[in-house]
């Protein structure tokens, strides 16, 4: 059995889509991010950065309870662990590990800052500009390169589009519009449409307080 804590963000969403993926059992913890509990001396003995997600295998090596943070190395680690989501030529792990990258260093943190500073008391319109002009930028590349596949890296659906899948998810943080992107609209209805990738989504919406 796996327990995952979480909480409905970019971050948590993608490990349950890929775990309801892979078919693997396991339990949702809240961590409720607005109240702090992500910083509080429980969650920290589990993650000392204070962030979510956080994955224990309570099957880990030799059976021994094996706890990991941070998204991409989850998804990486479950990839490996049942075979899935991963293709085993070399090559084309590469691509998808390349996309995941692209993502994590590129994507993810041009929306998550844009959206700090679009949401800020204190507007500071060059961090702004900067901010709005490389999410243009990585949006506009990830839509080339769909224009050229299926997903993003290939003609099969991996780990890597669950990666890229989190923030666009929750892109209205960032109050950005996929309308110009029309590679990325395919493909994000066609993820979205997976019955696992809305048990996910589920699962964690269902963590935010009513």
Known sequence: ?????????????????????????????????RKGAQKSPE???????GKV??????????GAPFTLTESGA????????TGKLIPTDAFDRA???EQMLFHLTGISPALGQLGN???????????ISLFEAETARTLTLLDGILGQRRFVAGEDYTVAD????????????????LDPYANIRRWYAAVEARSAVQRG????TALLPA
């Open 43 to 49: 969650h920290l003995a589990r993650n000392p950065n």
């Open 1 to 33: 059995m796996l327990d995952l804590y979480a909480f409905s963000t970019p971050n948590s969403v993608r490990i349950p889509i890929a775990l309801e993926e892979m078919g693997l059992d396991y339990r949702l913890h809240a961590v409720n991010l």
């Open 74 to 81: 989850i998804l990486l680690y479950l990839a490996e662990k």
């Open 53 to 62: 997600p956080v994955l224990i295998d309570n099957e880990g090596p030799d």
């Open 201 to 204: 989504t589920g699962a964690v």
């Open 117 to 127: 500073f679009r949401r800020a008391e204190d507007r500071l319109p060059a961090a």
């Open 95 to 97: 691509r998808v590990i």
């Open 162 to 177: 669950i990666t890229h899948f989190g923030w666009l998810w929750r892109r209205e943080f960032a109050m950005v519009s």
